[in-house]
């Protein structure tokens, strides 16, 4: 899994299996502007599961 883009943001994953904890790490013009924090379960996060945080993100702050 690796970084995304929409709207010209990136979302960059990070998480550790050992610690069933993940972040997903926010950058507009290659400026760090947010972090947001997550749980999950298995050998690494679900695909729908970051969808989901970067759709919410996206339209908490009004960018859709």
Do not use: C, W
């Given at each position: ?23 997903l ?8 502007v ?20 970067i ?10």
């Amino acid at each position: 899994m690796g970084a995304m883009e929409r709207d010209g943001y990136i979302f960059d994953i990070e998480y550790s299996v050992i610690h069933q904890k993940g972040a997903l790490h926010v950058y507009r013009d290659g400026v760090l502007v947010d972090e947001l924090t997550f749980t999950f379960a298995g050998e690494k996060p679900n695909e729908q599961q970051i969808e989901t945080l970067i759709d919410d993100y996206m339209e908490k702050h009004g960018i859709y």
